[in-house]
């Protein structure tokens, strides 16, 4: 069983930064491929950045060079970086830890709202 716990969402103006953060549990925090998903109101959940155990990223296009992913394994967290902030980007964002093959968990969700 693997809790996450994500914080750092709030309201800010277009243009602006956030970053969030995603406390996790258990001991094997080091192996988890951990990302952030973010899901706007009726709209699907989709991937924002992922990070693996060995630290490679990947970032979906709409915020490649703006987001950045990052992750400390000694405090078991990982964080998402957000700049130059634009209304789009309004959505409940989500930590994911994956596991195994088949298994992942999911925080929360901190809700982020970009004013224009």
């Known amino acids: 069983q693997v809790q996450l716990a994500e914080s750092g969402g709030g309201l800010v103006q277009a243009g602006g930064s956030l970053r969030l953060s995603c406390a996790a549990s258990g001991s094997r925090f080091s192996i988890y491929a951990m990302a952030w998903y973010r899901q706007a109101p009726g709209k699907q959940r989709e991937l924002v950045a992922a990070?693996?155990?060995?630290?490679?990223?990947n970032y979906a296009d709409s915020v490649k060079g703006r987001f950045t992913i990052s992750r400390d394994n000694a405090k078991k967290q990982v964080y998402l970086q957000m700049n130059s902030l634009k209304p789009e980007d309004t959505a409940v964002y989500y930590c994911?830890?994956?596991?195994?093959?088949?298994?992942?968990?999911w925080g929360q969700g901190t809700q982020v709202t970009v004013s224009s």
């Open positions: 994911n830890a994956q596991v195994a093959l088949m298994s992942s968990y």
């Open positions: 990070i693996t155990s060995g630290g490679s990223t």
